[in-house]
């Protein structure tokens, strides 16, 4: 743990401030072409690809700030805010509407959405819907961006709105209070999921990059976890160059399941540049630098039992005062406590007599531990 904070220090300290290039982001719904090898050695400062994220600093300034996405989410330290405003959609419904394009864009897979989708509730102004698209892995590397507790999970979509204050999503992503990206972890369930399919199934028509396809409207609502009401917000960025630090990022709780099938067709159909596989389209998590990650639900302190509801008080000492208000079963239990605790002295005052005698005989002290308290180390 330790080692992995300071080798993320040392990344940072070889932060290079750089150029700030026109550009456009996944986020920002344009499509960029990728590097890739073949393009490695070009002087082309736009383009960028998975392989070697630390030279997106030198090239897009933000990408070295101090909001970057994605983040570990660690659930223990999530603030639980009862203000929060529960995300409210509108017009995510477009079944028998005009069909929609799905594009393969060599970064992503992404599907373009109109702005009659919009969050009308949750924030404080209304934000639009540009596009949605995916980050995934292979089938040993889950891709998820966001991680929970340092785990991926096999993949994340993300749902990009802009703020209905600009007249579209170019004009909104530089802008402080611009986008607001809805994201949700995709794993694997035991059944297809077929509101996935509505995409997936259109998959071998965009495998090589730049390509697109027209797939019939469906409700796009079902492809976001059923329950939107437990999710976690920060301040965060686009996850891609340039990498505005202009997303408002509520990554839901809940979460969503595709085939096992399903998921290796998002791994193995897609191609970028000549031959190479469109995968492991993720993003390192990024430092939080004191930001704060709040939630909108309030969890348990105790995560085997997740399915239970355990209450939240869980120390009775604290409630009950006095000890006159002590019930029988906690006298004995710290009558217990005492008499273990008078042992363990005693012993342990007997032990060191021990170790005096014999300390003449063996230097190596590790060979004489007495007592060692039954905390976890934390390495
Ligand atoms: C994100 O949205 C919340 C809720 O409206 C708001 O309080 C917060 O200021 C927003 N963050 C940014 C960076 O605008
Ligand atoms: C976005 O809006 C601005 C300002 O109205 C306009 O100049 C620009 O052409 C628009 N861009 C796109 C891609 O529609
Ligand atoms: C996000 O930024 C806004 C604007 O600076 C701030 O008001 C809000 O408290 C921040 N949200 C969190 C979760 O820190
Ligand atoms: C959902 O919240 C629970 C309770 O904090 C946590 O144990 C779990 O890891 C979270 N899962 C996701 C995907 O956020
Ligand atoms: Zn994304």
């Known amino acids: 743990m330790l080692l992995k904070l300071i080798i993320l220090l040392l990344i ?11 550009s456009s982001s996944e986020e920002d719904g344009s ?66 509407g005009p069909h929609l394009t799905l594009l393969n864009n060599g970064h992503t897979l992404l599907l373009a959405l109109p702005n009659t989708m919009r969050i009308v509730r949750g924030f404080d ?17 889950p891709g998820s961006e966001h991680t929970i507790d340092k785990v991926h999970f096999p993949a994340e979509i993300h749902m990009v709105h802009y703020n209905s204050k600009y007249a579209n999503m170019s004009e909104a992503a530089n802008k402080p209070d611009g986008l607001a990206v809805l994201g949700g972890f995709i794993g694997i369930g035991l059944h297809e999921n077929e509101n996935y399919e509505k995409i997936l199934s259109a998959l071998t028509d965009v495998s090589i990059e730049e390509s697109n396809t027209q797939i019939p409207s469906f409700n796009v609502r079902h492809l976001l976890p059923n329950n939107l009401e437990r999710f976690y917000r920060y301040n965060g960025s686009l996850t891609t160059p340039p990498c505005f630090q202009t997303v408002n990022w509520t990554m839901f709780n809940d979460t969503i399941t595709v085939s096992r099938k399903q998921l290796a067709a998002l791994e193995n159909t897609l191609k970028a540049g000549q031959n190479q596989h469109l995968s492991k389209n993720f993003r390192a998590p990024q430092l939080l630098h004191g ?39 906690d006298i004995l239990a710290i009558a217990f406590g ?12 007997y032990a060191y007599q021990q170790r005096k005698k014999h300390s003449k005989l063996k230097k190596d002290s590790r060979q004489n531990v007495i007592y060692k308290p039954g905390t976890k180390e934390e390495v």
């Open 31 to 96: 499509s960029e072409h990728d590097d890739e090898e073949h393009d490695r050695s070009s002087s082309h400062e736009h383009h960028w690809g998975y392989h070697d994220q630390e030279a997106w600093m030198s090239s897009f300034q933000d990408c070295s700030g101090k909001s970057q996405s994605p983040i570990d989410i660690e659930t223990s330290k999530a603030i639980y805010d009862p203000n929060l405003n529960l995300i409210e959609l509108e017009g995510y419904d477009l079944t028998g």
């Open 338 to 349: 005492v008499l273990f605790a008078v042992t363990l002295l005693v012993f342990s005052m």
């Open 125 to 141: 102004e209304v934000y639009l819907a540009a596009q949605l698209h995916f980050h995934w892995g292979t089938i040993e590397v």
């Open 291 to 329: 930001r704060r990650v709040l939630s909108s639900f309030s969890s348990s302190p105790s995560v085997d039992n997740r399915n239970v509801d355990v209450p939240l008080e869980t120390e009775p000492f604290k409630r009950s005062g006095a000890l006159g208000e002590l019930s029988r079963g």
């Open 12 to 22: 940072q300290n070889q932060v290079q401030a750089g150029k700030v290039p026109s």
